[in-house]
């Protein structure tokens, strides 16, 4: 069965397309698009558009499913709803699990249950050491081998510089990029939100920025010297989006970057008091960086918007910052809230908007999507752009309900997502 998208406004960022225009999808495939065309089968699905904006579907490079090991907080078939439920179509899942993916084994016990439960796309980053200790490398080959598309030490970073160095030669001959957590840890301390008067004010111990900047700089400057595809993951300072300024006008493209929603709309200010829920890491910055990572989405240094969807249970996030877990669930409000702040505002156009949250990822991980071209995977996502409502954190797809965003009004809705061909989630 075919499905005919009828009058929508299409727009494909790659192939520099926003127009009215009709869409055909048939074998988990983009036969046509084009003006007026028809249904080539009786039992075609028609899916009215008019008034709708269809796009590719939504690519993010930064998920915790938490599976395996600690699937009371969200699991691989909750993770891939509440990411059909935000028009995400393909997804890149952390290591750090229980255990950590750290081999082919543990990465095809991902790959083969979102075969069997998942509604998306979803694929499995394996780690770079083992266990991510830090102290020894994982079967980096044998986990390319098992089609893991990325390697990444999220949650934490690999803090020997001659063992990150090894691992991102490994990486070079394996033909994978590296998704990079930038923290150093000895820097970090117990501190659980952003040096500054907030941080004073609440009587909190804080994160400096130095703490994220001196691992990106680090890591960026091995990657030159390596030629390894560096990707920095949930960029939060000033100083990052300066460093990617200069990496762009030095010609450097093996580094690339992305920003989560939370990190450019909300501010330390935001966080009244000692509240959990404001609890991610890196943690909510200055204006200052906020306008700074902004900047770089616009001018096109930072290159991708992701989610880093970090689900935990109420009894994690309970209490005070300085003992509740670090992480906010993100998946299902990313593109309403990016459309809000960055679209709606006049930052960025639509089109580059869907460059960032679909086009782009998809190819830094060197997969052909993020397009609506004749040809392409049927990932295909329809959207309201005049759609406001309030965000519900006890609507969500996800088991995770900590969001700073609850009560949030934002336009933007996701009404229908489409995965491989199929419906995979539909706006009641």
């Known amino acids: 069965m075919g499905i005919l998208i009828r009058g929508g406004r299409v ?71 509440a990411a059909a439920r ?18 082919p084994d543990r990465a095809n016990y991902v790959k083969n249950k979102a075969a069997q439960v998942s509604a998306i796309h979803v694929l499995q980053a394996g780690a770079m050491t083992k266990g991510e200790l830090g102290e020894e490398l994982s079967d980096i080959a044998g986990m390319a081998a098992a089609g893991v598309p990325v390697l990444s030490e999220d949650g934490k970073s690999v803090m020997k510089a001659s063992l990150c160095k090894q691992a991102m030669e490994e990486a070079v001959k394996a033909g994978l990029p590296i998704f990079d957590h930038c923290e150093d840890m000895s820097l970090r301390g117990n501190g659980c939100m952003n040096e500054d008067e907030n941080a004073k004010r609440l009587g909190l111990p804080g994160i400096c920025n130095s703490t994220e900047d001196t691992i990106a700089a680090r890591d960026s400057l091995l990657a030159i010297e390596t030629g390894a595809k560096l990707h920095l993951c949930h960029c939060s300072t000033k100083g990052v989006a300066i460093m990617m300024k200069m990496l762009k006008a030095e010609g450097i493209e093996n580094v690339t970057a992305e920003v989560c929603p939370h990190h450019f709309i909300l501010t330390s200010d935001d966080i009244e008091r000692d509240d959990p829920n404001y609890k991610m890491n890196p943690p909510l910055r200055t204006r200052k ?90 990932d295909v996502v329809i959207i309201d752009p005049n759609e406001e409502y309030v965000i519900d954190k006890n609507t969500f797809a996800s088991k995770g309900r900590n969001t700073p965003f609850h009560g949030r009004t934002v336009r933007g809705k996701v009404k229908v997502t489409i995965c491989d061909g199929k419906v995979v989630y539909k706006d009641k």
């Open 289 to 378: 960086d906020v306008d700074a990572l902004i900047e770089g989405l616009k001018e096109g240094y930072i290159q991708v918007i992701s989610t880093d969807h970090a689900p935990h249970t109420q009894k994690d996030k309970t209490g005070s910052m300085r003992t509740a877990a670090f992480g906010i669930v993100g998946i299902e409000t990313s593109f309403a809230l990016s459309y809000t702040a960055l679209v709606e505002t006049g930052i960025l156009t639509l089109s580059q908007l869907v460059e960032k949250m679909s086009y782009n990822p998809a190819k830094i991980l060197g997969l052909d999507k993020g397009s609506l071209a004749e040809g392409k995977i049927a």
């Open 86 to 103: 935000g028009g995400v179509t393909t997804v890149v899942a952390m290591p750090n699990t229980t255990p950590v993916i750290d081999s």
């Open 11 to 81: 727009v494909d960022a790659a192939a520099q397309i926003d127009k009215i225009a009709d869409v055909y999808l048939d074998d988990g495939v983009i036969q046509k698009v084009g003006e007026k065309l028809e249904a080539k089968n009786k039992d075609d699905k028609i899916i009215d558009a008019k008034g709708l904006v269809v796009m590719p579907g939504l690519v993010d490079l930064h998920v915790h499913f938490r599976d395996p090991g600690q699937t009371e907080k969200e699991d691989i078939e909750t993770g891939s709803h």
